[in-house]
């Protein structure tokens, strides 16, 4: 499978919207990214990904998980 097919994968889980659907949409997305570096929207769904489980799922709020979440998005191309 390449990137894209990751990053679509990674999506169908996203909109599923439950925490055990966003975690594995993360590593989806995180294959998508370790693929093809330069897919921005892999970045940016992972980004919102990592900040959604922070806000509606059990993972709890860091600096560090904050810190990737807006380096992944500065790296898709977000200003």
Not at 42 to 66: E, N, T
């Amino acid at each position: 499978m390449q990137a894209w097919d990751f990053f679509h994968l990674g999506l169908k889980n996203f909109y599923k919207f439950g925490s055990k659907d966003n975690r594995e949409a993360q590593r989806l997305f995180r294959q998508a990214v370790a693929l093809d570096p330069n897919l921005a929207q892999a970045h940016a769904f992972l980004a919102y990904g990592i900040v959604l489980d922070m806000l509606y799922f059990d993972v709890k709020p860091d600096d560090r998980l904050l810190n990737e979440a807006e380096g992944l998005a500065k790296e898709g191309g977000a200003p």
